[in-house]
């Protein structure tokens, strides 16, 4: 039995107690002894989240025994002790990584190296300090290198120097958005118009080949310029976007990231989120394991505001074999998603990807995926026992060899749904919630590639699209998609979609979305990006049901 079963656990001390002697044993007599102190670090980290999880609520949430101003310093003294476990395991390890350590070798043009899809954050270009390998850029989200895509979710480039081991960079961005008509209804007016303006500033620590760290912050606000709610209060965030130390060659060919750090799949149909937690990412030449243990805003990243988190424990564990046959990408992944308070249950996914090249024009991709565990009791079927359903998503994008670089995508997407709900089995497919469908085809910005407006979670749909795009510099895109949904098996909810409505439950066809994506990367430092979509709800919708709008622009400039 895990001394982490809280159900088993006499006392929160007792919980946190045991936690950090199970990881002192694990390591008791070991090989590992010199590591062993770093581990300890982790685990006493581990411990003070058990803690928390036995107590039963949010160290400063609603609730809490804590007066008011011992809510307000928490956050810091959350930051204060992760820096903490940090010191502890740059002491531990220091010594024995600066004789070890080697400067990883230049990753060939145009691939990715484990450091560019460990931590995506954009290091400085300047000249390091003496004796320091000079430090790479990271890739900025794309998860294939570095600066041939924009990802308005990466973090500023570090390329100011301001010391001689510290660098920095910002960027301001500005972010229109307008939801209308999104219940489908006309005669009940809802038009959401927003205007939100933010400030990002990141800094780059690197002293040694051995390790670096990295921290983000983002200063915004929203605010509501129409809303027919009549609710247009919005509260100011001061949020730590990452905060991680990344150590290089802990054990031999490796790298370690403890802190809060993005964890994403190439093309976001697994997991796309900000967590905290320890990642590791061994290189073995063709193939990486990837593996990692993390929870969402497990110490609280708003420093302005109480933030209510799910307490749920994600496991990640990725095989990939980079050229596994000539152009041909193989990559299996295996997640856990452990909800504690039991609402989501104890999904898990088994999943293969397949990214290639048929040719120097001819792209493709296939995800295949299987879904099973605990249902949780938070479900469309809440007498389900179990969980068990399949969705794959498969396409290919080809590129004309022309002026403007005209290219055509096909692909579609299916999650499976349940033909008989009260077999006790749950046969829904369902993607992590972690997910953001996000990729591009062959533009210079990403979008969600099941629809913008639409934007639904793969389960118990089918999805058509078709896509058309050009290339009028190399710098500029501009893409159309089409997408066709329909239900696998006729319901009358949807898991998690962009619209407000429900289906009827008796018929399949959900609509009609047609998007209009345009993309401008590194002008002047400046990215722009403009996207609308439109909707056009089908017939599993009541009759009368009204068309939906989108529209999105956003503008960026890094400093």
Known sequence: ???????????????????????????????????????????????????????????????????????AVTPVLGLLNALEWAVVAGEALLPWLVADAESPAESPQGQASSAQRVAEANVPTAAPAAGVAPPKAHGNGNGRGNGDVYDPDAPPATRNRIAESWWWGGDIEVKYEVEDNFNLDDDDPD??????????????????????????????????????????????????????????????????????QRIKDQREWYYDEVLDGVRVVADFGRAELDGSFSREDLVDGDLLNDVESDRINNFFLTLRFSDALPELDLSGYFVVRDDRSEEEGTPYWLGVRALGKASDRLRYWGDVAYVGGDPGVDNDQPNADDLSGYGFDVGATYVLEQKLEPSFTVSYAFGSGDSDPDDGTDRNFRQTGLQDNNARFNGVTRFKYYGELFDPELSNLKIFTAAFGVRPSASTSVDVLYHRYSQDEAFDELRDVGIDEDPDGDRRSLGDELDLVFGLRGWHDINLEFITGYFKPGGAFEEGADDALFVNFEARYRF
């Open 1 to 71: 039995m895990s001394v982490l079963d809280h159900g088993r656990c006499p006392s929160a001390s007792n919980c946190a107690w045991g936690t950090a002697t199970a990881c002192r044993r694990l390591f008791q007599g070991k090989a590992l002894t010199r590591v062993a102190p770093f581990v300890l670090s982790v685990c006493t980290g581990l411990a003070v989240a058990s803690e928390a999880d036995v107590a039963g609520e949010p160290t400063h949430g609603a609730g809490s025994a804590q007066s008011a101003p011992s809510r």
């Open 191 to 260: 038009k959401l118009e927003t205007i939100k303006p933010e400030i990002e500033v990141a800094l780059f620590y690197k002293s040694s080949p051995a390790y670096d760290a990295f921290f983000n912050f983002g200063l915004s606000r929203q605010y509501a310029l129409t809303e027919e709610s009549g609710d247009r209060d919005r509260d100011a965030k001061l949020k730590v976007k990452r905060a991680y130390i990344r150590f290089k060659q802990a054990l031999p060919g490796t790298e370690t990231i403890i802190g809060r």
